[in-house]
Each structure stands twice: as structure tokens, then as C-alpha cells.
């Protein structure tokens, strides 16, 4: 109900009381339990606006956008823009802030369309925003799949709501169940980096198993989860790393960062190394072949060597080839995360 005076239709104009900026509504992006979010224009610039009628809530919430901001190298939620009240006639005033609009898919639609391999390279890129932010003592809270953006090209990770970031310390002020480890009886609702990691692998989770499923039973969460680890080939793949964040063995997000850091290159030494096993194996096969052949037919049968030679050759420098444009796209992105 407390919404109700916050619904606007396309082309309701809003004029702040103070500022005296004007924004035209072009159409609703997102509803919640404090305010309404719509796209707007504001002099040919489209824009986000939240308004509500909980102007404690429109202020914590701007609080959180401004301390974003001091949070130097991150873009991790929307630039603030404006911030002002509005009020009609006889109506009650209702406060609104107004924002960067962050264009692009949410986190699960990108990795649906690039593939899951892309999860690791955005887990990155939002490992070390979180590690920022955590410094200035915050804590997301809300972190879940829906509230991604990736925006780009380049692709980057940001945030579209931050309504659950808490202080260090507090209770969580918002959350969703299934990336809430109080949920999966897994840990508190108290707000420290621990909780954030958390969700971070369920995010990883929920990539693997876009249909979240349910708690099955008290007391048996984190076997639950270690169980449907196991049972996805990327995830388990990612085992100790999952682990680790889903029991809170992790002191800061740039420690998990590391250990990430440290599986990527585990997975792009392993087909190198594959690959020169291959190769030194050829060699004996072909000796093993020439010993087996008569001597009267021997000219044939070198002719028939060389070609196979050149096959596998050739055979062995695509599959290099593969290889290392694999390897160069994954360290590409790595750099081009380290560089952010």
C-alpha cells in the first residue's frame, strides 16, 4: 500500500521541490518493498529514479550510493545524480533519488547466451569490487544473480539495487533465501564479508542451475549443497573454492579472488600438458610401425610414413593452435580484469 502513491505512467512528469529538475516517465523497471523504480528522461538522457514515501529508506539508500562512489577503481553499483522530494496537490511528499541507468543483460542471461565458462571472469571482476567495498566497511547483503547487470562491451559486472548493502556489523537488512546462508543454516545474518562470499558461490550455484531448488531439510544444508557440487561437472570443477565460501573459511573476498585465480591456471595448464604427452608418443608409434614392414617394401612403406607424418602434424598443430588461442582468450580477460 505504501506504494500505491508512487505509480506513474509513461509520460508523468516529476519536478523536484528543490532542485527543480524535471523527469518525464517513460515506463516502470522494477517494484520493491520500499519504492518503485522507473526508466525517465531527463533533457535526453535516460535515467533511473526510485521514489517512496519511506524517506528513511530513500536516504540509506542514497548514503550507500555516495560511499560507492569514495570507493576508488569500482563501478560496482549506478552513479548518484539527483536527489530531491516531490510532492502533487494535496498529496503526501514523496522523496526520490535518481541514478546512472545501467544498460545490458542480467548475469544469468549473458552466461545463458556466452556459456557457463564466462562465470569465472565475472566472479573476478565482482570478487574484487565486494574486497573494495568490504574495505570501506560495508557489506552488500543482497547479492544475487537479479540484481547483475552486465553492461559493456567490454563486459562489466555492476549492480542495479543496492536497498540491502548494511554496515559492517548490523543485521542484514535485505535478503533472498536462496543466496542467504542463514537460510541454508550455514551461518548468521550479521553483516561481514563472510556473508557476501557466500553468496558469491551460490551465484556460481544458481549459474550451473538456473532453477534454484529449495532447502530439503533443517540441519542438512551444507550437505545438500556439497552434494549438488559434485553432481555438475563445472562446479565440481570449482569444489574447493565452493567449499570454502559456503562454510565462511575465507577472511576477505581477495583471499577467494586468489584461490580462483590460482584454478584458472590449474585449468589452462592441463590441455598443454596433454598435448605434449601426445606428441612425444608419436614419434614411437611411427618407429614401431617402420620395424613391422618387409624389406622389399620398404620404399612403399616410407612413403606411406612420411604422409601419415604430415597428417599428424598437421593434426597436432591444430589442436596446439586451439589450445593456445583458448589460453590467450582466458589470460586476456584475466589482464583485462586486472587492469579494470
Known amino acids: ?23 518525464i516517465i517513460i515506463r516502470l523497471l522494477g517494484q520493491g518493498a520500499t519504492g518503485n523504480v522507473y526508466l525517465a528522461d531527463s533533457g535526453g538522457r535516460e535515467v533511473a529514479v526510485k521514489l517512496s514515501e519511506n524517506s528513511m529508506a530513500i536516504t540509506s539508500e542514497v548514503n550507500v550510493l555516495k560511499h560507492f562512489s569514495k ?11 539527483d536527489v530531491d522530494d516531490w510532492k502533487s496537490g494535496s ?28 562465470t569465472d571472469v565475472l566472479v573476478l571482476q565482482l570478487l574484487s569490487n565486494l574486497e573494495k567495498l568490504h574495505q ?13 547487470i552486465i553492461s559493456g562491451p567490454p563486459p562489466k ?10 554496515q559492517q556489523g548490523r543485521a542484514i537488512k535485505e535478503f ?10 550455514l551461518g548468521s545474518r550479521r553483516a561481514e564479508p563472510t556473508y557476501d562470499l557466500f553468496s558469491v558461490a551460490m551465484i556460481i550455484i544458481n549459474a550451473a542451475y538456473p532453477k534454484r531448488f529449495s532447502r530439503k531439510s533443517d540441519g542438512e544444508g551444507e550437505n545438500q549443497l556439497l552434494a549438488v557440487i559434485q553432481q555438475h561437472p563445472f562446479l565440481l570443477k570449482h569444489r574447493e573454492v565452493l567449499r570454502k565460501a559456503i562454510l565462511g573459511n575465507y577472511n576477505s573476498a581477495s583471499e577467494m579472488k586468489n584461490d580462483f585465480i590460482d584454478l584458472l591456471s590449474e585449468k589452462t595448464k592441463q590441455p598443454a600438458t ?18 613391422q614392414h618387409k624389406q622389399q617394401r620398404a620404399s612403399t612403406s616410407r612413403n606411406q610414413v612420411k604422409k601419415k607424418k604430415k597428417l599428424k ?3 597436432g598443430f591444430v589442436e596446439t593452435l586451439i589450445i593456445l588461442i583458448s589460453v590467450f582468450l582466458i589470460y586476456s580477460l584475466y589482464v583485462y580484469h586486472i587492469l579494470l
Open 136 to 148: 570501506q566497511g560495508w557489506i552488500f547483503g543482497d547479492l544475487k544473480p537479479d540484481n547483475l
Open 91 to 118: 498529496q503526501k511528499m514523496i522523496s526520490f533519488y535518481v541514478m546512472e541507468y545501467i544498460q545490458g543483460k542480467t548475469l544469468l542471461d549473458f552466461i545463458n547466451e556466452r556459456g557457463i565458462e564466462w
Open 1 to 23: 500500500m505504501m506504494n500505491q502513491a508512487c505509480n506513474f505512467s509513461p509520460g508523468s512528469r516529476i519536478i523536484g521541490k528543490w532542485n527543480g529538475k524535471a523527469y
Open 313 to 315: 602434424k598437421t593434426s
Open 176 to 185: 533472498t533465501e536462496f543466496f542467504d546462508r542463514g537460510y541454508w543454516g
Open 71 to 81: 570507493v576508488q577503481g569500482t563501478s560496482l553499483g549506478p552513479s548518484l545524480l
Open 274 to 291: 596433454n598435448q605434449q604427452t601426445y606428441k612425444t608418443k608419436v614419434p614411437k608409434q611411427t618407429q614401431a610401425n617402420r620395424t
Open 157 to 166: 559486472i555492476r549492480c542495479i539495487d543496492v536497498g540491502g548493502t548494511t
